[in-house]
């Protein structure tokens, strides 16, 4: 057999094309904010503000200059141990959107933001305390992120808001093959799940509604047609192989007779 006439199996040829198809990728597919020019200034009409919702944990301090008159509304695990600082307790909005706090009662808090309630509690404690200070932390305040990203899991917020590219930095960023023109935000307010997509392969995704993230957000990356490609061709690929590599061997065995 003439090594010089050895040709390329249709097999090995079907394969080659296939690697190389699946391999591809434009910037369309991988840039973020691609309309946005060199030095644009974009002034976002984006206003966000973080409402309480059912089964969040809040840690609420009432101070005043007098800490012994405050006392009674701040609650705190087990009893003052010396040179330990108790832990204080947390609240849990419930089934009915409220908190059950000292010496006043029932207090409706779901669907305010931090600062309304700071304004509703301060309202409420003037008959009991003179210039109360109201801290408000939301304790259980985490994000999700799943699918095309290089690290999926959830994911705590240290600070009062988190926007969805801060997220996916959190996950070390989308995949190659991660779909950026149409990333899903999945919000539950009450049982009601709203589903909202955003494009962040354009300046305006900084004034979509889930731009900013609330507690228990879930983002969800999509594959794209790529990635969905090669998903659907792994078991064909694999027969791909196994017959190149009887090609190859086979090709060797011949040429060396």
């Not at 090594?3 to 040829?13: A, C, D, E, G, V």
């Amino acid at each position: 057999m003439n090594p010089s006439k050895t040709t390329f199996h249709p097999t090995l040829l079907s394969l080659l094309f296939v690697l190389i198809f699946m391999s591809c990728a434009t910037r369309k597919d991988v840039v973020y904010f691609q309309d946005a020019t060199n030095f644009e200034t974009i002034v976002s009409k984006n206003q966000h503000t973080n409402k309480f919702k059912v089964d969040d944990v809040l840690n609420i301090h009432v101070s005043t200059l007098d800490p012994q008159a405050s006392l009674p509304f701040n609650l705190y695990k087990g009893l003052q141990e010396s040179g330990m600082r108790p832990e204080q307790v947390d609240y849990i909005i419930d089934k009915n959107g409220e908190i059950d706090f000292p010496v006043i009662g029932k207090i409706k808090l779901v669907g305010l933001s931090p600062e309304e309630t700071k304004i509703l509690l301060i309202e409420k404690l003037r008959d009991f305390l003179k210039d109360p200070i109201i801290n408000i932390r939301i304790q259980n305040f985490t994000v999700t992120v799943l699918g095309e990203v290089n690290r999926p899991g959830t994911y705590p917020v240290n600070g009062e808001q988190i926007t969805v590219l801060e997220a996916i930095g959190l996950a070390n960023d989308l995949k190659i093959k991660g779909k950026r023109n149409n990333v899903m935000v999945i919000r539950d307010f009450d049982g009601t799940k709203v589903y909202t997509r955003i494009d962040l392969t354009k300046k305006e995704a900084l004034n979509s509604p889930v731009y900013y993230l609330t507690q228990n957000d879930v983002v969800y990356v999509e594959p794209n047609n790529s990635a969905i490609k090669t998903s659907t061709l792994d078991n064909r690929a694999s027969i791909y192989l196994s017959v190149f590599s009887l090609l190859v061997t086979s090709t060797i065995l011949i040429l060396t007779r």
